[in-house]
T-cell receptor, first 113, second 112 residues
């Protein structure tokens, strides 16, 4: 049973437009959410996070939105750039649980010039 | 500052062979983790450690063992390699609760 799901395995967007990556979760105990970005042959790198006490967190071109009632979070990238082309993983954790992250299956984003 | 270093980067094993995947971090992080990534399946937690001398199983521990004798090192041992263990393995560390992970660059393992 996947507790964190990314239902879109891939997404293609034109340069300059908005990219929206979605993530759903089932465990209501999750209280911290993160997005990671992964290039081929490299490890994932941390992108942005949000605590369950917030519904939005912004960092430059990246904004994460959290809808706790729907158990849904999304990552918005505006404007999208070709260098954003990568696999994006959402992840979630429960406080006081060894800081273990549960990851979604990833969404491959392709930003076309 | 190297961060998290994994060795080797690639390895081919025959069924039944054993090997140790090395992971070292130089950030004095207490928490360390081993994940495997299978295509389209995201990352699955194998084992984790909250400090030297303390380890615990994750979601998919069968066929693996770990040890944490120092804060810096967290090796992953495969005793009897099986084709199902063909995967990309990532080691990660974090400072404390609520902080994101720093990942190594991964070890691509093929068991034939």
């Amino acid at each position: 049973d996947q507790q964190v799901k990314q239902n879109s395995p891939s997404l293609s967007v034109q340069e300059g437009r908005i990219s929206i990556l979605n993530c759903d979760y089932t465990n209501s105990m999750f209280d911290y959410f993160l997005w990671y970005k992964k290039y081929p042959a490299e490890g994932p790198t941390f992108l942005i996070s949000i605590s369950s006490i917030k519904d939005k967190n912004e960092d430059g071109r990246f904004t994460v939105f959290l809808n706790k009632s729907a158990k849904h979070l999304s990552l918005h990238i505006v404007p999208s750039q070709p260098g954003d082309s990568a696999v994006y993983f959402c992840a979630a954790s429960v406080d006081n649980a060894g800081n273990m992250l549960t990851f979604g299956g990833g969404t491959r984003l392709m930003v076309k010039p | 500052n190297a961060g998290v270093t994994q060795t080797p980067k690639f390895r081919i094993l025959k069924i039944g062979q054993s090997m140790t995947l090395q992971c070292a971090q130089d950030m004095n992080h207490n928490y360390m983790y081993w994940y495997r990534q299978d295509p389209g399946m995201g990352l699955k937690l194998i084992y984790y450690s909250v400090g030297a001398g303390i380890t615990d199983k994750g979601e998919v521990p069968n066929g693996y063992n770990v040890s944490r004798s120092t804060t810096e090192d967290f090796p992953l041992r495969l005793e009897l390699a099986a084709p199902s263990q063909t995967s990309v393995y990532f080691c990660a560390s974090s400072a404390q609760q609520g902080y994101g992970y720093t990942f190594g660059s991964g070890t691509r393992l093929t068991v034939v």
